[in-house]
């Protein structure tokens, strides 16, 4: 069934906000990170090139006041630390995961988003040869975890650049095409380079430098 999910959370991470934590205060630590035990299981040299990202958020928008403490089994407190977009600065370990430790929040409609993305440095010009590897890495874990699955799993093949204002695609002999928009809830219109749809691209240039850049499926998938 985590194999199932992780094809399901992987192909929507780039919109979908995550799942909510429950009417609980306290959630098994392997719970409230969706899928990172099973992102923490795969080889290293299989994730090189992307990584879960996890946010705080509270009515679909990130909470970067939200308090939240990892409890060990022998009730150790660690506060979560949060940044200024409510991104979890330091994440579990694997063995942390497999413990008994639990999340103990104080708001039991706190939601941690999942989010899906490639370790490049966030710039106005992107290498398509990057996200192209990046998004290859992630179909390649997807296969592998699915299996006989891994025929009806979804394809990652589009990268996302939050609040960049627009950009482009610049071709090999010098052309740039408009790169295409899609609305996302609470953030506004988002810029989006399909790989399947710009053969020929060498560089992504955008208008500003994008808040972060997010792997998912083609939005009408």
Known sequence: MRRRSLLLALAAAAAVPGAALADVQRIPLVKAFNLL????????????RFYLAYRALKDKRPDP?????I????????PVVLDGAGLVLHLPTLAELKSAAVLEVEDPTLRLGLELRPVIALSTRVDVGALVLAMAQVN???????????IVAPKLTCAYFPDSGGGSALLADGRTTPLPVTPAPFIGPVPYFDSAAAAGARTVLLARTP????LGAHPKS
């Open 211 to 214: 808040s972060r850049i997010l």
């Open 65 to 69: 006041a939200a308090r939240a403490t």
């Open 71 to 78: 409890v060990t089994a022998n009730g150790a407190r660690t």
């Open 140 to 150: 390649a874990a997807v296969a592998k975890l699915a299996g006989p699955l891994s």
């Open 37 to 48: 035990d099973v992102y923490l299981g795969l080889p290293p040299a299989e994730r090189t």
